[in-house]
């Protein structure tokens, strides 16, 4: 059972706009949520969290937004850069248990 | 530097094969992980490993098994490989066994069993 869901597989945007990516989450008992970025041949990096107390966390040009009601989150980028062009995944833990992650978005910026 | 490093980055076998993947990690973590990625792109947890204390994911067969020869160190032996097991793996460490703890991930061992 998949609690974690990224439906949107890829999504293409032109540099300088903004990149939303969506997620989407079952369990309501997750309190922490976590934004993972992939390269081709590289293991995920660490991009940015939110935990449940919170609907909004910014880092720079990243931004997360937490629907709590809607268990929804998701990642803004802005402006998108062509070195933004990877896979995302979302992910989210309950307590100290494991991370269940989505099946990533794979973004493509378009210079 | 890498900070985790696995090796080998492919790995080709025949089903019924013994493999083992080598992880190491250079940043003074206390925790490691072994995470598998399927064909369906799904990541999921393994193995989260301390010095202290070994939790297993109940849904992984015993072919698989960790091994942590110290605390930098977390290797993964598969046993009797099948079909199935073919998939990218890979080591994970934390600084603390703190799942909301950023993980720092190696880049990956894809695993192809003929």
């Known amino acids: 059972d998949q609690q974690v869901k990224q439906n949107s597989p890829s999504l293409s945007v032109q540099e300088g706009r903004i990149s939303i990516l969506n997620c989407d989450y079952t369990?309501?008992?997750?309190?922490?949520f976590l934004w993972y970025k992939k390269y081709p041949a590289e293991g995920p990096t660490f991009l940015i969290s939110i935990s449940s107390i919170k609907d909004k966390n910014e880092d720079g040009r990243f931004t997360v937004f937490l629907n709590k009601s809607a268990k929804h989150l998701s990642l803004h980028i802005v402006p998108s850069q062509p070195g933004d062009s990877a896979v995302y995944f979302c992910a989210a833990s309950v307590g100290a248990n494991n991370l269940f992650f989505g099946t990533g978005t794979r973004l493509t910026v378009i210079p | 530097d890498t900070a985790v490093s696995q090796t080998p980055k492919y790995l080709v076998t025949q089903m019924g094969n013994d493999k083992s993947i080598k992880c190491e990690q250079n940043l003074g973590h206390d925790t490691m992980y072994w995470y598998k990625q399927d064909s369906k792109k799904f990541l999921k947890i393994m193995f989260s490993?301390?010095?202290?204390?070994?939790?297993i994911n109940e849904t992984v067969p015993n072919r698989f098994s960790p091994k942590s020869p110290d605390k930098a160190h977390l290797n993964l032996h598969i046993n009797s490989l099948e079909l199935g097991d073919s998939a990218v793996y890979f080591c994970?460490?934390?600084?603390?066994?703190?799942?909301?703890?950023?993980?720092?991930f190696g880049s990956g061992t894809q695993l192809s069993v003929l």
């Open positions: 490993y301390n010095n202290k204390e070994l939790i």
């Open positions: 994970a460490s934390s600084q603390a066994q703190i799942i909301n703890e950023k993980l720092f």
């Open positions: 369990n309501s008992m997750f309190d922490y």
